[in-house]
């Protein structure tokens, strides 16, 4: 999962940029998104990085709003691959997640039914957190060209 949310993170500033070219005084907007970008690069741990994620999805959201405004920018096809490249981002971090989530269950139950819970209780194994993504997260970025 981590290699498709650094892809993300790769392609969110070459997006900006591309906007920022077409849409100068959307200054506010770049800003969240450069900020939500860097929040979720730092972000430790499952709960803290699926906050992050949620934050950075949202303020995606308000950049490609913005570009709607701008019928030059939707025509360019630096942009347009750009897009493109991201909504398959978004496809592969919701496969990743739901991989790494299952392998969390998996772990968990486990860890918490017999025998090998008593393994586990030996070797301190603990129970792990999903990636868990609030219901109006769940579906992916929408991507409008």
Do not use: C, W
Not at 33 to 41: C, D, H, L, M, S
């Amino acid at each position: 999962m981590e290699v498709q949310l650094k892809r993300r993170y790769d392609l969110i500033p070459n997006l900006v940029e591309t906007v920022r070219g077409y849409a100068t005084h959307e200054r506010q907007t770049f800003d969240s998104v450069t900020a939500a970008r860097a929040a979720a690069v730092n972000a430790q741990g499952p709960a803290e990085q699926a906050k992050a994620e949620n934050a950075l999805s949202t303020t995606l959201r308000s950049l490609f709003a913005v570009s709607e405004a701008y019928p030059q920018l939707q025509a360019s096809r630096n942009f347009a691959d750009l897009q493109g490249e991201l909504s398959d981002t978004e496809s592969r971090i919701a496969y990743a997640r739901q991989y790494y989530n299952d392998s969390v269950l998996t772990y968990n139950n486990a860890v918490q039914t017999v025998p090998t819970n008593i393994v586990a209780g030996i070797g301190g194994f603990t129970p792990r957190e999903s990636f868990e993504v609030p219901d109006e997260e769940r579906r992916p970025v929408q991507v409008r060209f």
